[in-house]
């Protein structure tokens, strides 16, 4: 296309079954709706493999897909920011650290400032993949803002790709502990699903148990410790996805503990009394985010081929509110 400019590049999986290209593109953009990729759709402006195409055409592995505009993206320079990072482990190949709950892992819309690249680009800046203007320098995974816990960062091409793939082929270990609403009548159980962006509400991940929707999901869960109204679980990715767990747990009926977005912040479980409501307010005040923490993380160092594993303990809010349900119900195993 004459004078346009691209804003957005998606490369297709390998594994990708067919699926509508506005359908796969609402999965992929989080702002914006199925009816303004239709217009784009009409408007030429959806390329593949360089060649426009309308909104009903099935996407095929390895795609290359391309969003072009009149006018030029907005340009932006992402700066290093000397920001502390909880640093659990560094050698010359990655670095895991444990994120703190608030903090952005990279640039988006709402968030130029401030965000984990900001701190890497910072910690890690006489290194070559490091210096370029790139809004993911080693990222292989993240985690949602309000979710706490361990994160591994590539620090040199090398790595970056085979942790990469790693991620991919579902060979990592990653679990987590989340407070989620309600108690289970299995001790251990699997929710199976596609997850894909809720057409309704952008901003969230839906679960899509029938057809080509989403992308395939498994989360296993087992019980940890039940507080009578609520419960703690320990989750295993064996995908991820975004916002997976949050919207699985849903799905089952148990969002997670003061989830904004999937309906965890209101009193789903317990009496009516006056002071029940009192204490679950103090406990959303103590906890104002997600009870969501990824507590292990393993995978194959790149470089050695050891296999390395790491934990992590409870935040402080997490492990204050888990104290307070506690006195309050006297928990059990």
Same mark, same amino acid.
């Given at each position: 296309?004459?004078?346009?400019? =691209? ?19 609402? &999965? ?27 909104? *009903? ?5 390895? &795609? ?6 009149? @006018? ?18 560094? &050698? ?8 703190? $709950? ?11 400032? #401030? ?16 210096? =370029?203007?790139? =809004? ?20 040199? =091409? ?35 699903? *596609?997850? #894909? ?8 991940? +839906? ?36 916002? +997976?767990?949050? $919207? ?9 503990? *003061? &989830?904004?977005? @999937? ?6 479980? #317990? ?19 997600? $009870? ?42």
């Amino acid at each position: 296309m004459e004078n346009s400019y =691209e804003h957005h590049k998606f490369v297709v999986d390998s594994g990708q079954s067919p699926i509508r290209i506005d359908l796969f593109l609402l &999965d992929k953009l989080s702002d914006i709706s199925r009816t303004l990729i239709q217009k784009a759709a009409k408007a030429n402006s959806i390329v593949v493999n360089n060649k426009p195409v309308k909104a *009903n055409y099935k996407v095929r592995p390895n &795609d290359v897909i391309a969003i072009m505009m009149t @006018y030029p993206k907005p340009d932006y320079t992402i700066e290093p920011e000397n920001i502390p990072l909880n640093i659990v482990y560094e &050698d010359d190949d990655l670095i895991v650290i444990n994120k703190e $709950a608030g903090m952005v892992v990279h640039p988006a819309i709402g968030n130029r400032s #401030g965000t984990l690249v900001h701190a890497l680009l910072y910690h890690l800046k006489d290194l070559p993949l490091f210096q =370029e203007d790139n =809004e993911r320098p080693g990222l292989v995974h993240r985690l949602d803002k309000d979710t706490s816990g361990l994160l591994v960062i590539a620090k040199n =091409e090398f790595a970056k790709a085979h942790l990469a793939k790693q991620f991919f082929d579902r060979k990592t270990h990653r679990r987590y502990n989340a407070l989620v609403w309600g108690s289970f009548d299995e001790r251990e159980g699997t929710v199976e699903g *596609n997850i #894909g962006r809720s057409i309704r509400d952008r901003k969230v991940m +839906q679960v899509f148990p029938d057809g080509d929707y989403g992308k395939h999901a498994v989360t296993h869960y087992k019980v940890l410790k039940e507080f009578t109204y609520i419960t703690m679980i320990e989750c295993r990715l064996e995908t991820g996805r975004t916002h +997976q767990i949050r $919207a699985h747990m849903k799905y089952l009926g148990h969002p997670i503990f *003061n &989830d904004k977005e @999937y309906g965890g912040d209101i009193i789903l479980k #317990g009496t009516t009394f006056t002071k029940y409501k009192q204490f679950v307010q103090n406990c959303f005040k103590e906890l104002p985010r997600q $009870a969501l923490h990824a507590k292990t993380l393993g995978f194959t160092h790149p470089k050695t081929g050891e296999k390395m594993i790491f934990n992590s303990e409870l935040p402080e809010d997490m492990q204050t509110v888990v104290g307070k349900w506690e006195k309050y119900t006297g928990g059990r195993d």
